[in-house]
């Protein structure tokens, strides 16, 4: 029973709308507008009496700043090298190219015309 009471309420509540409502009314019009527009007569301000200009001033010049020029931290480059700046073995009667950057004085090795090792050392 229980279940069967919401239901037939919410079906009594509707017919009852139902039953008390009216047709819609609705009216179409379509018309044309013809006239003059209305516009607000121009409002005129007459100036005032006396102008006064604003007072005469001139800003002074901004400050004189002295400006250093900008710091370079960047170490000089090097001077131009006769070997093109890469480092050589000076071993003897032959000089060859580094493979590797080793530190300056020690030692190297060239290979001579024989195949053998020639030591010398890093300039």
Known sequence: MRRIVPPL??????????????PAAARVYFGVGVGVPWLPP???YPPPPVYYPP??????????VYTPPPVNYAPPPAPPTANGG?????????VCPMERPVPAGSS???TGNNGGRVWGQAN
């Open 42 to 44: 121009p409002v005129y």
């Open 55 to 64: 007072p005469v001033y001139y800003a002074p010049p901004p400050p004189v």
């Open 86 to 94: 890469r480092q050589s073995c000076m071993a003897g009667a032959y």
């Open 9 to 22: 309420a919410l079906a009594g509540l509707l017919l009852s709308s139902w039953a008390v409502s009216s």
């Open 108 to 110: 190297c090795y060239c």
